[in-house]
């Protein structure tokens, strides 16, 4: 690729930050898939949950005749943005200035940290409340406010769940949904000192509990700063607008007197009719509802309405990156409903901790990686685009028609590719897994050597699977690791011979459940 | 220390944020994608808009569906004309002993209730907000196919703070005010798009507590809607105070 002089030159697309960042994990994603896949609570709670959404999804968007060209209008509004982010940033920009906001720009997670400490300390606050936001996870910006000595309160349910129990969210639209009604409770006991210990575990006591707990700060914070994060910037009227169910983001975005949004840059809709489209898509796509009970739209400052400071915080943090990109750049247009997640058959088995990313699921696996680069074969960003069955169904569900599958599979190609110029990286198990299985699979005595070997060493699950199984299988180490092989009652070779000394006759199958249904040869272990 | 971690993105020396965000950008986008560059004409079009032939349909059965939709979402509904307004009005406040209601909205929507009403001027602060039980409006625009109620911050809705803090929301909506999609809704938002707009679809709701839906987190717990529906034809025999003469429902969308 030759390249052009720009003006700037020497000036690249960047990777997030990995200082405050929270786009990648400690460990891989099957690495972390193990651990979450042992924990009982998660697993149910996440499959009723992805079912439930799932179901209602589906009986709404059914409604929508238009369905398909509302998705078609939506993705080429986000192409529209995409293929010209400066001009419609610097738009944006000049409209918030002309209502009355003050802009400011963030390359990376530190530096959006430190603006909207700055802003906070210089309005002398200790405490910020703060409305669910995406963005506002991904820099940390709550510890990097603790740092400062300011505390940020989350005013979303599910938020304050997880902050009050020291947790990490799991999903994108229901945080704490790794979390059972019981387990709720006894967390708002420990950290909420008023709350009568009479209260039970019913959902409708515990969210009366948080409402009375955040009502107090909600009428403190007429001197005060909240903090929010956006769905969409209008760039030709400057209007942000925050979309909702619990009444939270108003209280924030109307009651303090500084309001600071941070902002990704990709979350730029062109003109306001354009909401048309994607306050169709999102609400039904999100919660499965026709709309979420509250949107607040808001432009700059109004007088006698709200806050009378308003600051819009552009962060890049790592899409500069994303959209270097030509194959994989639509990642940007996510607009987080996560249809995806719900739909996804790893997702709803391993949750949204096995990511390590504040963007789990399909979405997160394309997006993190791109967003933090991946810096070789121990990156466990390296690991996400592998964290898909490639089934396509969460292309078939979003909004805006990002084509997830092709881009995990061009990651992937990526990795490889990578990893070969860098060569002798070139020995993940992976690759070591593909050379034993050639070597194993071209030599019929060694095959059989090996099935044989498995079933005889009797190291196998109660499931009828073969487990992980590093040493039963010497000469293909790496390929149990990641997935479970269903143990053979009889191997098609010594079927084959039965078959022959029969007399060509069918033999039994080995499964057991054959037409003759005859217990399996002497052959099986 | 992992390579990963170690890792900084690079930042040029005096230049400013804005400039080096703009030129990584641009920098990206140096490399074309295989498509052509979407322009503001090739978004396609062809999804029902604001001048949809469906928006013409019989506003009775388009009125009929907005109340099919709230109901779902649990609001009440109150049907009359507006000789039954204040008696409305009435119904949706009983219980409670206060309300505050905008500068614009006409004192007759009142005559009926009798409750210690504030006028709001902007004066009162969250927490006298607070201690009021009730916030009466206007609303701007209604949206039928998702039941959405829009309002503005202006005289006749009021400024965001009032509707938010007391526990229960009454909101009078006008015949004339109502549209059937959300390409309409938007485009009447779009004659005033910088004012403060809040859409409410039903109350406050979470599922966060293992999807079981509650009501009422942080906004009203209750949301009554009142609407005003022109006076019956004069029909031969039908008493002249029935209003609910709408065709059942009937899916417009």
């Given amino acids: 690729m030759s390249t052009v002089h720009l003006g700037m030159p020497g000036v690249r697309p960047q990777h997030a930050s990995p200082g405050s960042s929270h ?63 400066p001009e419609m940033l610097v738009q944006l920009e000049e409209s918030v200035q002309a209502a009355g906001g003050t802009v400011h720009w963030a390359r990376d997670a530190e530096e959006a940290g430190e603006i909207v400490t700055r802003l906070v300390l210089e309005r002398g606050q200790q405490e910020v409340l703060k409305v669910k936001s995406m963005a506002t996870q991904e820099i940390g910006l709550n510890e990097t406010l603790a740092h400062a000595g300011v505390h940020a309160i989350e005013s979303d349910l599910a938020e304050l769940i997880v902050q ?3 947790d990490t969210p799991s999903h994108i639209l229901v945080p704490a949904i790794h979390r059972n009604r019981a ?91 354009d909401l048309e489209v994607f306050l169709q898509l999102l609400p039904r796509s999100s919660t499965g509802e026709r709309m979420n009970p509250y949107t607040t739209l808001f432009t700059g400052v109004a007088e006698g309405d709200g806050p009378q400071e308003f600051h819009l915080v552009l962060l890049d943090n790592g899409r500069s990156a994303v959209l270097a990109d030509p194959e994989g750049r639509s990642a940007l247009h996510c607009i987080r409903c996560s249809a995806c997640l719900n739909v996804c058959p790893v997702y709803e088995r391993t949750g949204g901790h096995a990511y390590g990313s504040t963007y789990p699921g399909p979405i997160g696996a394309i ?159 | 220390m992992s390579a990963w971690q170690d890792a900084r ?28 560059v979407t322009e503001p004409g090739d ?87 607070d201690r009021i039980d009730a916030v009466l409006t206007g609303c701007h625009t209604a949206i039928a196919t998702t039941g959405t109620i829009m309002l503005r ?8 703070a009032i509707s938010l803090l007391p526990d229960l929301h009454v909101i009078v909506v006008q015949a004339d005010q109502i549209v059937l999609g959300v390409p309409r809704g938007i485009e009447r938002m779009g004659e005033d798009p910088t004012a403060p707009w809040t859409m409410i679809s039903g109350p406050s709701a979470t599922s966060d507590i293992e999807l079981s839906r509650v009501e009422g987190v942080h906004g009203p717990r209750r949301l009554h809607i009142v609407i005003v529906e022109p006076e019956p034809e004069p029909e031969p025999g039908p008493a002249p105070d029935a209003p609910k003469t709408a065709p059942t429902s009937q899916e417009t969308s």
Wanted: charged share 25%; aromatic share 4%.
């Fill in chain 2, 9 to 36: 993105p690079s930042r040029v020396a005096g230049m400013s944020a804005r400039d080096e965000i703009l030129a990584r950008l641009r920098s990206a986008l140096e490399v074309p994608r295989r498509d052509e």
């Fill in chain 1, 367 to 525: 997006l993190s990686p791109q967003m933090t680069g991946v810096t070789g074969p121990d990156d466990p960003n390296a690991s996400l685009p592998y964290a898909s069955s490639l089934c396509g169904a969460c292309y078939d569900v979003c909004p805006v028609k990002i084509d997830i599958p092709s881009i995990l599979v061009h990651l992937r190609a990526k990795e490889v590719d990578q990893r070969r110029e860098a060569s002798g990286q070139f020995h993940g198990t992976w690759d070591v897994a593909m050379r034993g299985a050639s070597k194993l699979m071209s030599s019929p005595r060694a095959y059989d050597a090996a099935v044989r070997a498995s079933s005889a060493l009797g190291a196998v699950k109660r499931t009828g699977n073969i487990g992980k199984l590093p040493s039963a299988l010497p000469l293909i180490p790496g390929w149990t690791d990641h997935r479970d092989l269903p143990v053979p009652r009889q191997s098609f070779r010594s079927w084959w011979k039965d078959r022959e000394r029969h007399g060509g006759a069918p033999a039994p199958r080995p499964d057991g459940d054959g037409p003759e249904d005859s217990p399996a040869s002497g052959e099986d272990a």
């Fill in chain 2, 153 to 160: 911050s202006d005289d006749l809705s009021g400024r965001r």
């Fill in chain 1, 23 to 85: 786009l990648r994990g400690d460990r891989s994603f099957p690495a972390k898939a193990r651990t979450e896949l042992a924990n009982p609570v998660l697993r149910q709670n996440l499959q009723h949950a992805t079912s439930t959404i799932q179901a209602k999804r589906a009986s709404v968007v059914r409604e929508v005749r238009d369905w398909q060209k509302l998705r078609d209008a939506g993705s080429a509004l986000k192409w529209q943005v995409t293929d010209h982010l």
């Fill in chain 1, 164 to 166: 009050l129990a020291g």
């Fill in chain 2, 43 to 129: 978004v396609p079009r062809t999804y029902q808009r604001a001048d949809d032939r469906a928006e013409g349909s019989d506003p009775a059965k388009i009125r009929q569906l907005l109340v099919k939709r709230l109901e779902d979402y649990t609001a009440t509904v109150h049907r009359t004309t507006e000789a039954g307004l204040p008696e409305a009005v009435a119904a949706a406040l009983e219980g409670a002993a206060s309300v505050i209601v905008p500068p614009g909205v006409p004192e007759a929507w009142l005559a009926s209730s009798d409750l210690s009403v504030t006028r709001d001027d902007g004066t009162a602060g969250p927490r006298a907000l």
């Fill in chain 1, 183 to 273: 387990e709720i409770r006894e967390i708002f006991l420990r950290t909420m000192p008023d709350l009568d210990p009479s209260i039970t575990d019913d959902p409708a006591e515990l969210a009366g509990a948080a409402r009375r707990f955040l009502r107090e700060k909600f009428l403190d914070m007429s001197g005060s700063v909240a903090i929010s994060g956006g769905n969409f910037a209008v760039a030709d009227t400057g209007t942000v607008a925050v979309v909702e169910s619990e009444g939270n983001g108003r209280m924030c975005l109307t009651l303090p007197r500084t309001l600071i949004t941070v902002l990704g840059i990709e979350k730029i809709v062109p003109s306001f009719q």
